[in-house]
């Protein structure tokens, strides 16, 4: 099963299409996680990902905003898709008793 | 970008620098967040590479390897110095600096074929045994550095792997046999020496799979 990390990363990915790369992911991820993604942590779980076939990578344009470097493109797999899939659904099926997720007033246990 | 994060990036693997050192020029990162965000990168590589079982067992090989071969080594000085003072048998001490020679050599090759990204960590593993045995040893009649001799050819052997040279097949089950040949004719057929089965095993292991068509490597 997924982590909740290389969850994200598939799900922005999935989400961004044809213009997943790098900085991208980093920027959306920002903007619907609400927390940092260092660069680190991004490239790691990308190269994890692309080892286990959920990701594949290629190097893409440059561009002169990025100083005339490459960028390395991604892109989601069936696996990958199939994974993040399962994991939602786990996600969904432990949470539907939980207050938050059934609107229900919360209580301390 | 400083002189310091230039640096830094030279440790990142060459496909990843320039996807890295766009997405921070993308983002507009400068300075000391440039230099953090590498380093953070190179650690987080580093660690993750140790997640598998190879790095710890490449290690271990490197230190238990480096520490047997020092007496292989020292024991193939003595029997040299004998040798030169017409007390040892000729065909005795040519066996066991073939073997030595066969020894350190495949176990350089094993332990960075089979981890080639933390040789680094290997080399230290290494090299702690081989310090701490020259900084004690005290024989007037021999140079500190004859423990060492095995280096030269687990040097080579390491670099051979280093350039991901194959082996054929048969040069890798030949140079076993001979190994195994060696030891019944020299007589080292004894405990600690059955550790370097685990190189000439690997090395057969290493040819058999390389030289295996990709499809079925995949597969």
């Known amino acids: ?109 | 970008m400083s002189p310091l994060a230039e640096m830094a990036a030279i440790l990142i693997s060459p496909e990843d620098r320039d996807a890295v050192l766009g997405d921070l020029a993308e983002a507009g990162a400068g300075g000391w967040s440039v230099l953090g965000s590498l380093l953070g990168l190179v650690l987080r590589q580093q660690m993750e590479l140790w997640r598998e079982w190879q790095p710890w067992v490449a290690g271990s090989m490197a230190f238990a390897g480096s520490l047997l071969l020092l007496c292989v080594s020292f024991g193939l000085s003595v029997d040299s110095r004998q040798l030169l003072r017409d007390e040892g048998e000729y065909g005795s001490v040519v066996c066991e600096a073939l073997l030595m020679l066969a020894w350190a050599w495949t176990s350089g090759f094993m332990v960075v074929s089979l981890s080639g990204k933390t040789r680094w960590a290997s080399c230290i593993l290494c090299a702690i045994p081989c310090l701490s045995c020259v900084v004690r040893f005290h024989d007037a009649s021999l140079p500190r550095v004859c423990v060492l001799l095995f280096l030269v050819p687990a040097v080579a052997g390491a670099v051979h792997a280093v350039r991901r040279a194959r082996l054929s097949r048969r040069t890798a089950l030949t140079l076993a046999v001979a190994m195994t040949a060696l030891m019944a004719v020299w007589g080292g057929m004894y405990q600690r020496n059955w550790f370097f089965f685990v190189p000439a095993g690997w090395l057969v292991f290493h040819a058999e799979r390389s030289n295996r068509p990709r499809q079925e490597i995949s597969a």
């Open chain 1, 1 to 109: 099963m997924l982590g909740e990390f290389e969850y994200m990363l598939i799900t922005v990915a999935a989400g961004l299409g044809e213009n997943a790369y790098g900085a991208a992911i980093r920027e959306e991820f920002d903007k619907g996680a609400g927390r940092k993604c260092s660069i680190g942590a991004l490239y790691t779980t990308i190269e994890r990902l692309e080892r286990k076939g959920m990701l594949r990578t290629w190097m893409g344009e440059a561009t002169a905003q990025r100083g005339g470097r490459a960028k390395r493109m991604v892109r989601v797999t069936p696996k990958g898709m199939h994974a993040a899939k399962e994991f939602y659904e786990a996600m969904m099926r432990v949470s539907r008793n939980a207050s938050w997720a059934a609107g229900k007033p919360e209580r301390a246990s």
